[in-house]
T-cell receptor, first 113, second 114 residues
Framework: EAGVAQSPRYKIIEKRQSVAFWCNPI?????LYWYQQILGQGPKLLIQ????????DSQLPKDRFSAERLKGVDSTLKIQPAKLEDSAVYLC???????????FGPGTRLTVT | GDSVTQMEGPVTLSEEAFLTINCTYT??????LFWYVQYPGEGLQLLLK?????DKGSNKGFEATYRKETTSFHLEKGSVQVSDSAVYFC?????????????FGKGTKLSVKP
């Protein structure tokens, strides 16, 4: 069974530029999560999708971050414009129902200069 | 809201030493409890879990018991190996209250020396 796929693995941009990350969850998983992991900290949930609907985006900085999962499968997270404090690893995870264990992708390491 | 506190790291042990990483949580209801591990350069992997009080999760020689009375889920291993060097995260998930979102601790970095 293929795991959660993410791309790119690394990205370096300048502040005020925009960037997008892509995630493809495990086949058949209805729930998809995006987390932000700042160096030295645990992951923090940004947004949770159930199929193509948003379940929780309470910690998503909506003035600059956006995410979509249009067909209920893969998802894109965008930052526009980026700030220095957005430097982090962005993790995507999926679970079968949203009430069971989550499987994580390898993450995208973003550096904002 | 729900929260988790785990032992500050880094923890440095010699091979074959006993490991304990403390984790306590606050949550409404009865969360499921997880330990995730992050090896250098890799993503998070589920290490073990427990879904109700007194359950013991175990995997790869690691164990943790769901203690409702002390709201704790301490991770233990009797004899660590160099290959156990990683960052360990404790995470409750309250499926009743917060849609199954994991609340991660800050992580405890373990270094095992040969």
């Amino acid at each position: 069974e293929a795991g959660v796929a993410q791309s790119p693995r690394y990205k370096i941009i300048e502040k005020r530029q925009s960037v997008a990350f892509w995630c493809n969850p495990i086949s058949g998983h209805a729930t998809l999560y995006w987390y932000q992991q700042i160096l030295g900290q645990g992951p923090k949930l940004l947004i949770q999708f159930q199929n193509n609907g948003v379940v929780d985006d309470s910690q998503l900085p909506k003035d600059r971050f956006s995410a979509e999962r249009l067909k209920g499968v893969d998802s894109t997270l965008k930052i526009q414009p980026a700030k220095l404090e957005d430097s982090a690893v962005y993790l995507c995870a999926s679970s079968s129902t949203g009430a069971d264990e989550q499987y994580f992708g390898p993450g995208t390491r973003l550096t904002v200069t | 809201g729900d929260s988790v506190t785990q032992m500050e790291g880094p923890v440095t042990l010699s091979e074959e030493a006993f490991l304990t990483i403390n984790c306590t949580y606050t949550a409404t209801g009865y969360p499921s409890l997880f330990w995730y591990v992050q090896y250098p350069g890799e993503g998070l992997q589920l290490l073990l879990k427990a879904t109700k009080a007194d359950d013991k999760g175990s995997n790869k020689g690691f164990e943790a018991t769901y203690r409702k009375e002390t709201t704790s889920f301490h991770l233990e291993k009797g004899s660590v190996q160099v290959s156990d060097s990683a960052v360990y995260f404790c995470a409750p998930a309250n499926y009743g209250g917060s849609q199954g979102n994991l609340i991660f601790g800050k992580g405890t970095k373990l270094s095992v020396k040969p």
